[in-house]
Structure formats: C-alpha cells, structure tokens
C-alpha cells in the first residue's frame, strides 16, 4: 500500500502530518504522493477538499480519510490524538470503502473559447459581482424558470450540509444519487415569481443556467473559482466519478449531521 499525507501549513497538522509519517514508514506504509491507494488529509475540510482536487484525476484508483487538527470536520473521521490507531487500521487495510456522489460542471463562454469542465465535492454557486443576477433556469432542456436574485447554490448531497443548508437547502442522505439547487434571495413579486424552494434532481437529468448577462458573473466550484470571463451557460449534473473513503470507522451520514449541527449530551 502506498499511502499520500496531504495536510495544511498550520503548526498542529504539521506536527500530526510528521507523526504520521513517522509510524507509516516504521510499519512498512510506503509513502507516496504521486500515486498513493490512500491519501490521508490532516487539518479539516478545506483540505480534504484541496486534496479531493488535487487528486481529481485519480479518484477511481484512490480513497481518503481525513484528520482534523482543529474543529469538529464533516469529512474527517479521525482526532489529531488517533494517529496510532489510524496506522492501525492501515496496515490491516482491506480494501473497505464507502463513495459518496460528485457534481459535474460544464462551463461554456460566450466569447466562443473552449468549454471547461470540472468536478465539485459540495457545491457551486453562480452569484454577480454586485447586483441582481438575473438567469434563465433548464432542467433536461426545457426552461423551468427565470430567477432573479443574489444566486443560485447546486449542491451534492454531502455538499447539502454546507453552503446549501445556510441558504434553506435540504439536507440529503449521500444515499441519493442526486443534486440540489436552492435559491440565494431570490427576488418573488407580482411581476418576477420563482419556485423560491429547493429542487432535487435525479442522476438522469441536468441543470442548465444561462445568465442574463455573460459578464461580472462569479461561478464557485467548491474552493475555486472563475471570474473574469463571459459565462453562456454552466450545465450542472451527478459526476460519472465517485469519491471514496477508507471505511475503517466511517461516520454514519446523520451521525454526523446530528454531531455538527444538534450536538446533543449522549447519556
């Protein structure tokens, strides 16, 4: 097994990230960052989404597990104090994984350059640089809406408890192979009207948004984004691709809801 550490430049994950490295290689782990079976993240959920990008091209030859060295993380299922345990677990690694869905993004331009395409673990977001943006909404060809408001959020499931829920998104059970989209303030009047509730859409339909104006516009792709070119359209659709995590203890889906956002005291 070949294993990636891929961790932040904070003092508490550089030190967790020389631990870990230390008891992998003294296990017999191989450490290697080009072509790993595992990449192991250490920090929180910004850099699992780092490292879920930048090991974009390789997610079918991959899994992850994530440390986080700071705040209860959504992603990470392990503390900065269960480095011992996590090489553990490594080194009597099976193969368990568990996947959870992706969202494909097409961008087209209007100055007729070539589309780009990319992939997004929680969200993207399509807002103006200021002001209204206005677009038109297609959902499997056929013109469903015209929005006006500060933006449009399209969500994974996992992606659901993030930016989509602190706009009124539904939470989604990563069980469902299907994508969200929810309103950011949309403007509802007599004379401009939008559904003003989130929509679910499932893995054999698409989203289509084609802004009134291809400028001033700023698309998000999780931690990227794109601003400064004129967006036709962005297409919006469940990713043939999948992420993967390393089940040694993976954290049930609304254990982790419950954990992040209730956090009840158990008995």
């Not at 490292?51 to 992850?64: E, G, T």
């Not at 597990?65 to 011992?84: A, S």
């Not at 059970?173 to 679910?200: C, D, H, K, W, Y």
Request: glycine share 8%; hydrophobic share 35%; charged share 20%.
């Amino acid at each position: 097994m070949k294993v990636s550490i891929f961790g932040n430049n904070g003092s508490p994950s550089q030190r967790v990230a020389t631990a870990l490295k230390t008891g992998l290689t003294a296990a017999g782990i191989e450490i290697d960052s080009l072509n790993p079976d595992i990449v192991v993240t250490v920090g929180g959920d910004g850099t699992l989404l780092s490292a879920f990008h930048h090991y974009s091209d390789r997610l079918d030859k991959i899994r992850f597990v994530g440390i986080h060295t700071g705040h209860l993380g959504f992603y990470t299922d392990w503390r900065d104090y269960e480095v011992q345990d996590l090489i553990d677990s490594l080194v009597e690694d099976n193969g368990q994984s568990v996947s959870y869905p992706l969202l494909t993004i097409e961008v087209e331009y209007a100055d007729g350059t070539h589309s780009d395409q990319t992939l997004a673990l929680n969200e993207s977001t399509i807002k103006k640089v200021s002001g209204t943006m206005v677009a038109d909404v297609y959902i499997k060809g056929e013109l469903f809406e015209s929005f006006r408001g500060d933006g449009l959020c399209i969500s994974t499931p996992t992606g659901s408890t993030a930016y989509n829920k602190s706009v009124g998104g539904a939470v989604i059970n990563p069980r469902f192979n299907a994508i969200q989209m929810a309103e950011i303030a949309s403007i509802n009047n007599r004379v401009f009207r939008t559904l003003g509730s989130p929509l679910i859409i499932p893995a054999d339909e698409w989203i289509r948004i084609e802004p009134a104006k291809a400028t001033d516009n700023v698309l998000m792709c999780d931690q990227l984004s794109i601003e400064g070119r004129p967006i036709k359209a962005i297409n919006y659709q469940i990713a043939r691709q999948r992420i993967s995590f390393a089940e040694y203890r993976h954290t049930h889906f609304w254990q982790r809801v419950e954990t992040s956002f209730i956090g009840r005291e158990r008995p």
